[in-house]
């Protein structure tokens, strides 16, 4: 992998994490020894990207557990139960924060003293983060079939070895097949309001020497109209039972423009992203952010002072616009509800 990056590393009794919303102008990471500084991080998107806020916060566990100072099983316990509660109320939409959460939890059985459950709470987390980047990978290198010589990839938010800690979904896609010598180039939506696409995609494309043009993200549709695009990429922070997809908030725009004019719309997740609990997206929590990241940009305020703003940090992308669901276990086409169900199962 080009990217050499590593947004988050265990470092045996504590992480290590990137500081995303210092990129793209400076590289800072920073040690979590405590849960509540990783909670804290989830929520400030210090660490984003469903797949990293996963593996994010089964560490956060693992900091959590090992800050317990207990020989009281009942105490311990008792104050993991909060360590869990806290690291869960961070980010509503990931699909990935509760099924690591679930995992972590399922590790915890009676009889289990307190030294093993922090080794096997350890083992586990580090088990979860070692398949994302197996799963990540294998998707990228499946995904990249779709991808031909000279194709022109349109995107949006961030989704590469970042939004990961692995090879990547979207990107990975696009970044294995310019590494297998296809002749890839990219336009990145600048993803407002938090502008991923602009501080993170094009930083890392440019890192792995794929050649990309920043658009705003209005003029996605101009350029398919101009038969410019060939294909959008984008990836999931949660894929309903039925395939209806919630991601990043101006995906659902993207994908009509290119159900409009023709062009593949696809969806790059790993399996761990897929909730077959909830039949569609209707069901899907949303995220709502402080109204202060739309009227500013990175604190520079861009709007009146007092003005009302809205800020859903994702929407819904129903399964009639997606071409294809790109995972680790294989390409899945239109009938999304029986093959999800297979691959997952």
Known sequence: MTNRIKPIEWLGDRARIIDQTKLPHKEVYLEI????????????????GAPAIGVAAAYGVVVGALQIDTNDKDKFLGKLKEVFQTIGATRPTARNLF????RMGGIITPGTSIPDIKKYLTAEAVKIHNEEIAATEMLSKIGSELLMDGDVVLTHCNTGPLATTGYGTALGVIIWAHEHGKKISVFADETRPLCQGARLTTWELQKAGVPVT??????????????EVSCVIVGADRIAANGDTANKIGTYTVAVLA?????????????????????TGKAIPIEERDPDEVTQI?????????????????????????SAIITEKGIVRRLYGPELKRIVG
């Open 33 to 48: 020894t405590r849960y509540q500084q990783m909670a804290k991080a989830i929520k400030e998107l210090k660490v984003r």
């Open 298 to 322: 990175q604190g520079v305020r861009t709007a009146p002072e007092g003005i009302k703003a809205a800020n859903p940090a994702f929407d819904i992308t129903p399964n009639a616009y997606i």
């Open 259 to 279: 159900e409009a004019n023709n062009v593949p719309f696809y969806v790059a997740a790993p399996t761990s992203t897929i909730d077959l609990s909830l039949a």
């Open 99 to 102: 099924r690591s959460l679930e």
């Open 214 to 227: 920043l658009i705003t993200d209005s003029m996605a549709g101009y350029f398919m109209s101009r038969r």
